[in-house]
């Protein structure tokens, strides 16, 4: 079983569209995260949820919304997407402070 | 808010050689520091995690990490590396809700 899974692995879209992101975990956290990791490999928060609640948005262009139907999920949409959205985006959740478990990244490719 | 600096962005080195890679965070109290790796194509995985107590920290695949408070550094360090090592390492420092990465050391182990 699959502890942190996210759909679809690879995402190749055109600019301007709209698309989403799945991340569901099995693994009962109550917290769950989503980080983009740029070509450089450098990983930046985006948001945060505790138990369905919003508790960190960082500096995120508001074409990123996510959206959290249970504390099991945590999907991430984005519109309008642009050049520079390109990257890997990794959901997370954590049981305990810093002890998080990654999903295996949805490889995003805007052209 | 804390940051992460690591010096070492690419490190190269041959099988049974020992490793030390650098971290440094930005500022003290406590903190919590981790290592985290990224094995080609995978997602990230929790090598090791300081809280509190013995400042050298075991972790697996025998990974070890000492904190030193006043250098505020918490380098990882290998005795004899393998090629399986080949990865990304980053250090990461619990920031409230969230953990803050480092910008990576790429690590080439050649047999």
């Known amino acids: 079983d699959t502890a942190v899974s996210q759909t679809p692995k690879y995402l190749v879209t055109q600019m301007g569209n709209d698309k989403s992101i799945k991340c569901e975990q099995n693994?009962?956290?109550?917290?769950m995260y989503w980080y983009k990791q740029d070509s450089k490999k450098f990983l930046k928060i985006m948001f945060s949820?505790?138990?369905?609640?919003?508790?960190i948005n960082e500096t995120v262009p508001n074409r990123f919304s996510p959206k959290s139907p249970d504390k099991a999920h945590l999907n991430l949409h984005i519109n309008s997407l642009e050049l520079g959205d390109s990257a890997v985006y990794f959901c997370?959740?954590?049981?305990?402070?810093?002890?998080?478990?990654f999903g295996s990244g949805t490889r995003l490719t805007v052209v | 808010a804390q940051s992460v600096s690591q010096h070492n962005h690419h490190v190269i080195l041959s099988e049974a050689a020992s490793l030390e890679l650098g971290c440094n965070y930005s500022?003290?109290?406590?903190?919590?520091l981790f290592w985290y790796v990224q094995y080609p194509g995978q997602h990230l995985q929790l090598l090791l995690k300081?809280?509190?107590?013995?400042?050298l920290v075991k972790g697996i695949k025998g990974f070890e990490a000492e904190f030193i408070k006043s250098k505020f550094s918490f380098n990882l360090r290998k005795p004899s590396v393998q090629w399986s090592d080949t990865a990304e390492y980053f250090c990461?420092?619990?920031?409230?809700?969230?953990?803050?990465f480092g910008t990576g050391t790429r690590l080439q182990v050649f047999p």
């Open positions: 997370a959740s954590s049981q305990g402070p810093g002890l998080y478990t």
């Open positions: 693994l009962g956290h109550d917290t």
């Open positions: 949820y505790n138990n369905k609640e919003l508790i």
């Open positions: 500022y003290g109290g406590t903190v919590n």
């Open positions: 300081y809280f509190s107590g013995d400042p």
């Open positions: 990461a420092v619990k920031d409230t809700d969230k953990l803050i």
